[in-house]
């Protein structure tokens, strides 16, 4: 399970059906009082509490159009933890700058990716293992624009054979619905992709939603609102852990 912080304006805010206007700052059972926001409070949290040790970061900021919340990004780096962050990478210098930031996977997002050719710059300018490319639906629908085109698969396809070594997939739509993730289209890919990591958020509301996930093969779930208001505790991801590692429990 990876635990999501949603950026904006230095604040951690609570994602729902991809209406970023209407986001509004997280308050969580994780945090005393509820942290309002507080981003580095929340990935504390999600460190000491849920024992997890890699985030993803989107910058909501930056996917609007704006500037990058580096200095940011660099404080969630210098926790213990790693960092998986979209901030509407498109060249091999903005991709360059996040890795200085200390971020490990850098995401190139479907939403704000021009062409394949600029993917396949980035992932040769880091290392296709440090690029991780997210496809980004809305009702199952790719948010691409010309010249990207296709069905969700072929999308995934052509990412990775750009040199995006991770998928994610991400339909907005779902984000914060507790609906769950569209089950046929991550089980196709990986049947698909079987070598590539494969990641899945939006929707994501309980244990059993998690359970699924991991018997279709995926490597990793994103998961925010089911954190924060407790439908997903510390004692579910412990047990998932110990599903996945028998050993760990010896």
């Given at each position: 399970m990876i635990p999501v912080l949603d950026l904006r304006a230095g604040r951690a805010v609570l994602a729902r059906g991809g209406r970023r206007d209407a986001y509004?700052?997280?308050?969580?059972?994780?945090?005393?009082?509820?942290?309002?926001?507080?981003?580095l409070a929340l990935a504390r949290a999600y460190h000491d509490i849920l024992d997890c040790d890699e985030w993803y970061v989107a910058d909501l900021d930056a996917l609007a159009g704006g500037a990058v919340q580096h200095a940011l990004l660099r404080a969630l780096a210098g926790l213990e933890g790693?960092?998986?962050?979209?901030?509407?990478?498109t060249t091999p210098e903005r991709a360059r700058e996040l890795v200085a930031d200390g971020v490990a996977h850098v995401v190139v997002g479907l939403e704000?990716?021009?062409?394949?050719?600029?993917?396949?710059l980035v992932a040769r300018a880091i290392g296709p293992g440090r690029v991780a490319f997210s496809l980004d639906l809305r009702d199952g629908a790719p948010l691409a624009e010309a010249p990207i085109s296709g069905r969700p698969l072929e999308v995934a396809r052509a990412a990775v054979a750009s040199g995006a070594g991770?998928?994610?997939?991400?339909?907005l739509a779902r984000v914060g619905s507790g609906r769950g993730v569209d089950l046929a289209l991550v089980e196709?890919?990986?049947?698909?992709l079987p070598h590539v990591e494969l990641f899945a958020g939006g929707g994501i509301g309980t244990v059993?939603?998690?359970?699924?996930?991991?018997?279709?093969?995926l490597d990793g779930a994103l998961v925010a609102t089911?954190?924060?208001?407790?439908?997903?505790?510390r004692d579910d991801v412990a047990a998932m852990r110990r599903a996945d590692h028998p050993s760990d429990s010896r």
């Open positions: 509004a700052p997280v308050h969580s059972r994780l945090v005393a009082g509820g942290a309002g926001g507080d981003p790693r960092l998986l962050a979209d901030a509407a990478v704000t990716l021009p062409s394949f050719d600029a993917l396949a991770a998928v994610i997939v991400l339909d196709a890919l990986r049947r698909d059993r939603d998690l359970q699924r996930l991991a018997d279709a093969g089911a954190l924060h208001d407790g439908r997903i505790t």
